[in-house]
């Protein structure tokens, strides 16, 4: 081990450090997020970050309003922090630190322990643990530094842990809101360790030699390290989710009690109670955990919990418990008893932990539990609303897994493994009627005029409020929660409040739904009417009252009955909100503000003027009265009083917005819809808009081509700020990036995908802020022995070397057909844009005319000239062309004319043309005015070669490729989670517009056979539906006749956005085209890891070869010799039963054996670099430089 250095060492040392150059002005990690962090975990007050180098994170600190001082040991960096931020900083050793005992709240370490010799390590944690009153935050590296000497202690989490808890310290209750429990199955190159002291009487009674004896029974799982300390506190912190504001917890079989310390601290509970029958265990709990009116233990039996009233508790956390006790339905039976209406219980058991003998091997355990037993046991007792199952790996059940937290449906038969299972269940509110109510989520006055929380006294059974109606609080399942509104319903008086808030919620319910019956509707809406129709009502009834006229009109709004839809919402504004509280205006407000939008949609100015006025009209109204029925009581008001108050403020802002536009409504009609949103609508936009663009911005990152244009970026940097005097050169900056890269894949299981985005590169972000405009793009070569790898050969500049590869090309002409809606528009549009980028100008001429894709391309900036096959026009636009190419997709318009101007043509094959088969003329123009040919997959160039007679030499392989940078997707973690938690209702997604040769119709039949195995499946097709009528109004038929019109959706067309969403969502994709030559939509479901099942046509062999993510449904496509008109038409019409049987087979075999074919899927995604649109372009630029050098055109 190296020898301990002494203090006058370490400041040698780092006096040195911070007197080089390269040094001077550093920044370590996320200095913003970290700041977050340490106020979200340690609160305001005092704070002292020891170690603080150049002091900029004590810059962020006083940004949030901690009183932050900061501690070096180094006096050059202590005098440069000090001259920033003055008498902030001071000069000391982490060994001996000049301050007081328990001088400051927190204690903030970063990038600093690492630093020190391990001997010195525990006498810097006991200075720690001095100085500080309650909380330590602390991160460290656990990887040599880029140098390979700074760090001089290099540990992995568990070590420094350790070392923590024989210092005095615990988990902080917090601990896993800072580490993800799945990120804590590999450390990072950066670690957070985030403590709390453990008081000083508890320490000396029970210091860690004590557990160690105990630990057999007992242990402390915030005093102890790993897989199982994990395993047992993520529950108790995920239980808190659950929890609500003012909850009364009991925590039964509670142990050390560490549990209940997590469950007060981290919920917003009232009162947590332990109960334990070990008195050891007791003793130990009130010694460490126990706060006065807060925390409290006593010893019982879980079985008998008779110092607990009935319906005293609100939530009960029962984990690793009922496999203990003798009887478990006296178990429950006495949870029940205990639990009030709507309260909650979460239940945990081990999940059949047996040996060999079929038995449980723990002495302790009666019961050998299993999902399908707790289900049936708990479910007696209980709504169940949600289940979840647990692993953490390295112990009898799944010695080889790793930690892992899945949300199941209750209702569902999970297929994969865990060590544990647990169920949240929520006693039924219906039973509470007739029993006393007592609100403990907020404080209520005792004006009689108060209403808003007066539950006890306008409900029937105000037990129900927690359980079905308040938004946050109620039941969680849709299922459980709509059966809750249909008995309150069918059993409770028409005219109650109870009937009122269950009607409301049946008919936001049905808005949810992509289609309901007439009928429904109807009886929804004479429903409405009836209840709006109470004479006299209560306060209550009117809450409700508004409520139901407003969801009245938004359901017809959605089914775009327009008339019905002002029927309602003009009722719902007449009503007197005030008769209740000022924050129901905001239904007021938002009912005249859709009237206004209707108005404007039949060009009424006035009218929608005078609905808008109206609204800030009733703003003023209902702000100006009394606000007891805003705040309650004055001394602890209502918070979400207050946030309706400022939601129906900005609602009125939104009418005054409108309103300032509406005198240009005429000559600037789109300001209307810009202009109605509310102020803080705006902001939500704003950020939930650049939170879709960060999305774009790291999936683009990810990508492996990215790693040589960061080196480029970091050149830029460097050059762009060489002119302002700043030191070093392309060198140590491109250096300083590829060291951050290699770390990249370490930061992102520690920090998340956002995260490690921000984290690592960050500092070029920055940097780069500095106007990219202001000088032209330096073009920068990749450091020595480097060289971009194929997967980034398109991603170019204006003054790159790969446009000057292309030679002398510096235009290319796209000529198509007509320009309206599909694959082949999509890959010519990408096609230009990445052009673009290589410094290839692209113009697309269509020779008939333009759609949504010509108006897509301009909107790029793309030039569209639409020909109307105007032989004079074309020659026109190309005359004058110098180092021109054109590339003709499916497009023969007066080629002659681009030979007599000396344009070299290309022609894209982007299908099996069996139509051309023996047309001469076609043949006679290929052979006299194209110079080459790019097929789009192996199947295509066969077909063109075999059966058309194209020469085999003049034909190029160029697959097309995915522009991904306007598909927003989720991290892949997250898509493998929530697909795999899912797959019991699994979602089948065919992406294509409506035409004969993309089988909708085989695949709706096929899908009927798939539901009779996975009832919940559903399918959605995306994709224009306008172009075959007779097509749409069969497959309409098809979907009605067999049944599943409640399980598919016909979603249209969609953006790359909206369609993003649902790939995210989606498990299964399914194209199984009778013909395709390439379809970008099998690389869009590649791209999103979704296994796919597809004919045999197009890419499939290749993807399916490459990757095995793809199945090949057999039948479902012609072969190349049976491709012509009449077998192609015959077997289109007369579909035969086979081929329904076969994809439904395919389909059912991906989705019985999804584990494996979704890790294929998911790998795909990760390694689709291949089939990226740089990697086409620059294919294509590579052709072009070819045909250059065998031809010199002008």
Request: proline content about 4%; overall charge negative; some cysteine.
């Amino acid at each position: 081990m190296m020898q301990s250095k002494n203090e006058l060492d370490y400041k040698t040392l780092y006096d040195g450090y911070w007197q080089r150059s390269d040094r001077v002005g550093e920044r370590s990690s996320d200095l913003k997020k970290t700041a977050r962090l340490i106020a979200e975990t340690c609160g305001y007050g005092s704070a002292i970050d020891i170690g603080c180098g150049e002091g900029y994170l004590i810059e962020e600190l006083l940004s949030l309003d901690i009183d932050a001082v900061g501690m070096d040991i180094s006096s050059v960096v202590v005098e440069r922090a000090n001259a920033r931020w003055k008498n902030r900083f001071f000069e000391g050793s982490v060994l001996s630190i000049p301050f007081p005992d328990e001088h400051f709240n927190a204690v903030v370490s970063t990038d600093c322990l690492e630093h020190l010799a391990p001997e010195d390590v525990p006498a810097a944690l006991r200075e720690m643990y001095r100085v500080s009153s309650r909380y330590v935050f602390l991160q460290i590296a656990t990887t040599p530094d880029r140098d390979g000497h700074w760090h001089l202690t290099i540990e992995g989490r568990a070590w420094w842990e350790d070392r923590c808890f024989e210092a005095g310290f615990r988990k902080h209750p917090l601990y896993y809101y800072v580490n993800d429990y799945e990120a804590l199955n590999k450390d990072g190159w950066q670690v957070f360790v985030i403590l709390e002291k453990i008081p000083a009487k508890a320490l000396v009674e029970f210091d860690l030699s004590v557990l160690e004896e105990e630990k057999m029974l007992h242990n402390d799982m915030l005093r102890v390290t790993g897989r199982r300390s994990d395993a047992h506190c993520i529950r108790y912190y995920k239980a808190c989710d659950f929890i609500r504001p003012g909850d009364h917890v009991l925590d039964v079989a509670c142990g050390l009690g560490y549990g209940s310390h997590i469950l007060y601290n981290v919920s917003k509970a009232r009162s947590v109670i332990g109960v334990d029958l070990s008195d050891f265990g007791i003793a130990y709990a009130q010694a460490n955990y126990g706060q006065l009116g807060g925390v409290d233990f006593k010893c019982g039996d879980a079985q008998a919990l008779s110092s607990i009233p009935d319906n005293s508790i609100d939530f009960i956390a029962a984990f690793e418990t009922i496999e203990h006790v003798p009887e478990p339905m006296a178990y429950l039976r006495e949870l029940k008893r205990v639990l009030k209406p709507s309260g909650r219980v979460m239940v945990c058991a081990p999940n059949n932990w047996v040996d060999e003998t079929g038995k449980d091997p723990n002495p302790h355990h009666f019961h050998v539990y299993t999902w399908d037993r707790l289900v049936a046991e708990v479910g007696q007792f209980f709504l169940l609303e949600q289940g979840f199952l647990q692993t953490a790996g390295g112990a009898l059940k799944c010695p080889n897994g790793s930690r892992k937290w899945v949300n199941v449906p209750a209702d569902a038969t999970p297929e994969q493994e865990s060590e544990w299972v647990l169920l949240l269940g929520m006693a039924d509110p219906l039973e509470g009627k007739g029993i006393p109510y007592e609100e403990t989520a907020w404080r209520l006055p005792e004006d009689l005029g108060f209403n808003v929380a007066a539950f006890a006294r306008d409900y029937q059974n105000p037990w129900l409020l927690k359980g079905m109606v308040t938004i946050g609080m109620r039941m969680g399942s849709k299922e459980r929660l709509a059966d809750m509104q249909e008995r309150v319903l069918a059993s409770y008086d028409p005219e109650s409040v109870d009937y009122g808030a269950a009607l409301c919620g049946r008919i936001y319910f049905h808005i949810e739904q992509p289609e309901m019956l007439e009928t429904t509707v109807k009886a929804l809406e004479e429903d409405v009417r009836r209840y709006a129709s109470i004479s006299l009502p209560t306060a209550h009834q009117i809450r409700w009252q508004v409520s139901l006229l407003f969801a009245a009109g938004e359901l017809a709004r959605k089914q775009g009955r327009t008339g019905d839809a002002s029927f309602f919402y003009s009722e719902c504004a007449k009503i007197d909100v005030l008769l209740y509280s000022p924050i129901l205006g905001n239904k007021t407000l938002d009912a005249l503000f859709c009237l206004a939008r209707f108005s404007l949609q039949k060009r009424d100015l006035p009218a929608a003027k005078q609905y808008l006025l109206r609204s800030i009209d009733e703003c003023q109204r209902l702000s100006s009265g009394s606000w007891v029925n805003i705040t309650g009581e004055q001394s602890g008001p209502l918070p979400f009083g207050l946030a309706e108050m400022s939601q129906l403020f900005d609602k009125a802002a939104r009418a005054a917005y409108l309103l300032s536009a509406l005198d240009k409504a005429d000559l600037s009609p789109h300001l209307l819809f810009r202009e109605s949103t509310g102020f803080f609508e705006r902001q939500i936009i704003h950020y939930k808009n650049w939170g879709n663009e960060y999305y774009e911005y790291s999936n683009r990152l990810l990508n492996d081509r990215r790693k040589f244009e960061v080196e480029r970026m970091a050149g830029v940097f460097n050059l762009r700020t060489a002119e302002g005097g700043k030191e070093g050169g392309l060198e140590r900056v491109v250096k300083n990036v590829l060291w951050r890269y290699s770390q990249f894949a370490e930061v992102r299981s520690e920090l998340g995908l956002g995260g490690a985005i921000r984290h690592t590169f960050g500092f070029l972000r920055d940097k780069l802020s500095i106007s990219q405009a202001s000088r032209p793009e330096p073009r920068v070569k990749p450091p020595e022995g480097k060289a971009p790898s194929e997967a980034s050969i398109g991603f170019v500049n204006l003054d790159s070397d790969k446009a000057r590869s292309a030679g002398s090309t510096q235009q290319v002409i796209m000529l198509v057909d007509a320009f309206h809606d599909g694959g082949v528009e999509r890959v010519v549009i990408d096609l230009c844009l990445n052009f673009r980028q290589a410094g290839i100008q692209c113009k697309i001429l269509v020779a008939k005319d333009g759609g949504r894709s010509a108006a897509e391309a301009r909107s790029h900036g793309i030039d569209v000239m639409e020909l109307h096959q105007n032989t004079e026009a074309l020659r026109s636009a190309i005359a004058k062309s110098v180092n021109t190419v054109a590339i003709t997709h499916h497009c023969y318009f007066s080629l002659d004319s681009f030979r007599a101007a000396g344009i070299p043509v290309l022609e894209v094959i982007h299908n099996a043309y069996y139509w051309q088969r023996g047309k001469r003329a076609i043949a006679d123009m290929r052979r006299n005015d194209i110079d080459h040919f790019i097929a789009v997959s192996g199947f295509v160039e066969k077909f063109s070669t075999e059966e058309l007679g194209i020469d085999a030499a003049r034909v190029s392989l160029i697959n097309n490729g995915l522009n991904n940078l306007d598909l927003i997707r989720p991290p892949l973690d997250l898509l493998r989670k929530n697909r795999l938690e899912t797959r019991s209702a699994p979602v089948l997604l065919h992406i294509a517009n409506l035409h004969p040769q993309k089988n909708h119709r085989l695949i709706v039949k096929s899908f009927a056979r798939i539901k009779q195995k996975y009832p919940d499946a559903r399918l959605v097709m995306a994709g224009s539906m306008d172009g075959y009528p007779d097509i749409f109004s069969k497959l309409n038929e098809d979907i009605e006749r067999l049944g599943v019109s409640g399980s598919v959706t016909l979603a249209g067309a969609l953006s790359r956005r909206d369609l993003s969403k649902l790939m995210a969502s989606a498990h299964v994709g399914i194209l199984p085209s009778v013909l395709e030559g390439f379809s970008i939509a099998t690389l869009e479901l590649s791209f999103f890891g979704l296994p796919a099942i597809l004919s045999a046509t197009g890419a499939a062999q290749e993807l399916q070869k490459a990757y095995g993510h793809v199945h090949i449904a057999q039948g479902c496509a012609l072969s190349q010799k049976e491709l012509d008109i009449r077998n192609v038409d015959g077997f289109l019409t007369t579909m035969p039963d086979s081929v329904v049987d076969s994809l439904a087979e395919a389909t059912l075999k991906v989705l019985d054996e999804y584990p494996e074919y979704l890790g294929k899927a998911l790998n795909a995604a990760e390694q689709f670099s291949e089939y990226s649109i740089d990697s086409t372009v620059g294919k294509y630029i590579g052709l072009l430089q070819s045909m250059r050098k065998s031809r010199e055109y002008v």
